[in-house]
Nanobody, 115 residues
């Protein structure tokens, strides 16, 4: 079955960096776009970044210039490198793939940016 497992979250000071990882299984990873979403406290999920199967990348306005999304098709992994983190980046971050019209999510990784 489809599985997405995030790792790499934690507590970081403002201005610091974190790298989130997403381990994927159960589908032909190289053929699909991978998304990273986040859910801020008390808010709905919002798209942070997307990497298409062909490698093209999209970033939200808040992520552009600070975050970098990548993928390793051989290892079925996606990464979200987050730099110059701000307190407002505090959220649960989710890896997502859409297959045959259905959304699949990981369990989420908590990122807390605080001094």
């Amino acid at each position: 079955q489809v599985q997405l497992v995030e790792s790499g979250g934690g507590l970081v000071q403002p201005g610091g960096s974190l790298r989130l990882s997403c381990a994927a299984s159960g589908f032909t990873f190289p053929n699909y776009d991978i998304h990273w979403y986040r859910q801020l406290p008390g808010k709905g999920r919002e798209l942070v970044a997307r990497i298409y199967a062909g490698g093209f990348r999209y970033y939200s306005n808040s992520a552009r210039g600070r975050f970098d999304i990548s993928r390793d098709n051989a290892e079925h992994m996606s990464y979200l490198q987050m730099n110059r983190l701000r307190p407002e980046d505090t959220a649960v971050y989710y890896c997502n793939v859409r297959l045959w019209g259905a959304d699949y999510w990981g369990q989420g990784a908590q990122v807390t940016v605080s001094s």
